[in-house]
DNA sequence: CGAAGATATCTGCTCATGCGGATAGATGTC
DNA sequence: GACATCTATCCGCATGAGCAGATATCTTCG
């Protein structure tokens, strides 16, 4: 029971949140979810580290770049987090940030890719 | 969104969960969560009042006792809280708490029945 | 009305967590 | 190795939240 109000507490943070509907459709760098949401490096950096120190993401260094994911199986089980995800979906915070996303530049103008 | 961290900030607390876990399966009053919790009255007052106040919960005044119950709806659905509460109740925990909650003593031994 | 019982809220204290800029650390190129 | 880029972590600050005892408030009864 621990444990899972530690997730909740992971999840008490509407960035974090914001963070998580922007993963759920696949993953991303650090620069990208700066850019998406329009924080700065050192916010974006923290919070990633929060959800992965409850189990919720899982990292990749690729060069230079970190990339994070949704991780597949959590402390909440998958039913749980896949409804928690649709949720987020709902919200209009969450189109705001999609469409931030999907404005990026295109690989070119892009640091990562 | 931020309705959503409001309700998971509700719910990042262990004795929170605990008091939700008791009260998944009926309404209790504050003396009965005070016994089987083993939390003093202040304590458990203001768990409660963050719970109504995060709209999980509703209350109701039988003359000096004061009930809490569930509620049928909130922000976060459903289904979402029935997989909450189903995990909860899979907590070693909550089965401590409510073996303690059963042990109490019967209508005539406490003060609110 | 006063007293008793139940409980919400206040209080003081300590710890946790949010923020963003600064700095340390990691990677890659020349 | 020097330098550039990316990012994790530190730092100082402000705010929120946990705790339990004290106190205020509410209800009921004689």
Redesign the pocket.
Known sequence: MKNIA?IF??L?????LRILALLSSGEL????L?AALE????????????L?NAGLVD?E????????RLKQESALGNELLLLLIAKLNESNQTHRDRKALNALPDAQGR??S
């Open positions: 530690r507490k992971a008490s943070d509407e960035t974090r760098c650090v620069c990208d700066m924080l700065p490096q050192s916010t974006v950096s923290r919070h990633l580290a929060y992965r990292d260094r690729r060069g230079v770049w970190m990339f994070y640091s990562c």
